[in-house]
């Protein structure tokens, strides 16, 4: 068996599939760079992302699968799974060899993985776009820091898009490294060093001293409206956290001096 190591990148995995029919390899292992142990008995091949070969290869498949065959398998890569990339890789090749009718073959074991890690992430993006709050600093630039579990900004870049079209805003997710920025007439990725004074990274708030003057009474303000609308005698914990799981809590404003 041969093993591909590429740079983790979808043009990556993509120009993968493409390099085993220009080899004719038989079986492969995929492993992103990142994940690659090298083994006693030989190194592994390096795959250069290349966008021609990766363009050649999502057309391919866009032929064969559809346009929701290819939302499954974009969505299913955004889980940064090391499974998940061999199951694409596998499934992508079955594609080619088979016909697209595969993609109705949940007996398939790369389908079923595939299609089980779509499914959680964009579980992950919906509950981004509904728990992400935004703080306003001193400039007017409203700020939220994420940490999903799955690399979802991709696929919330449009919901925020056309829902806060009439300001400028950031969502940068701490664990990647890099944001969504809007300026009002377009939205595109960045990456910007944020730290604290200790060098950590501050991940779901901003300090007080760049907030603009009345974020502090918004808050307030959510807090106590959170708070007067909250009917205690109807309070069912076990029910709240199954819809707002606790690892969300540190994102909104009416969680952070509420305890249930």
């Known amino acids: 068996m041969e093993t591909y190591v590429f740079d ?3 043009t990556g995995l993509l120009s993968a599939v493409f390099i085993a029919y220009e080899r004719r390899s038989d079986a492969v292992k995929v ?3 990142d994940r690659y142990q090298p083994d006693l008995l030989g190194g592994g091949i390096k795959i250069d992302a290349d966008s021609r070969q990766a363009d050649r290869v999502w057309k391919g498949l ?3 699968v559809g346009a929701a065959g290819l939302n499954t398998f974009y969505a299913a ?4 799974d090391a499974q998940g990339y061999q199951s694409l890789f596998d499934l992508s ?3 080619f060899d088979r016909g697209g009718d595969i993609m109705e073959d949940f007996g398939n074991v790369q389908l079923l993985f595939v299609s089980q890690l779509a499914r959680k992430v964009h579980r992950e993006k919906h509950r981004m776009e509904a728990f992400v709050r935004f703080q306003k600093t001193a400039d007017g630039l409203f700020t939220s820091f994420v940490a999903p579990d799955y690399n979802v900004l991709p696929l919330i870049r449009r919901h925020f898009t056309d829902r806060y079209a009439d300001q400028r805003w950031l969502i940068y997710d701490s664990k990647r490294k890099y944001g969504l920025y809007y300026d009002g007439d377009s939205t595109a990725e960045v ?3 944020f730290s ?5 990274m501050r991940t779901s708030s901003l300090p007080e001293n760049v907030l603009a003057e009345d974020e502090g009474l918004y808050q307030r303000l959510w807090k106590g409206y959170f708070n007067h609308t909250n009917i205690a005698a109807r309070k069912n914990t076990k029910l709240h956290i199954r819809h707002i799981p606790k690892r969300y809590w540190r994102y909104l404003t009416e969680k952070s001096d509420l305890h249930l």
Do not use: D, N, W, Y
């Open 8 to 10: 983790g990148s979808l």
């Open 31 to 33: 492993v992103s760079q």
């Open 62 to 64: 866009a032929k064969r």
């Open 77 to 80: 890569f955004l889980g940064e």
């Open 93 to 95: 090749r079955a594609v």
């Open 191 to 193: 990456e910007i060093e």
């Open 196 to 200: 604290g004074p200790t060098g950590k």
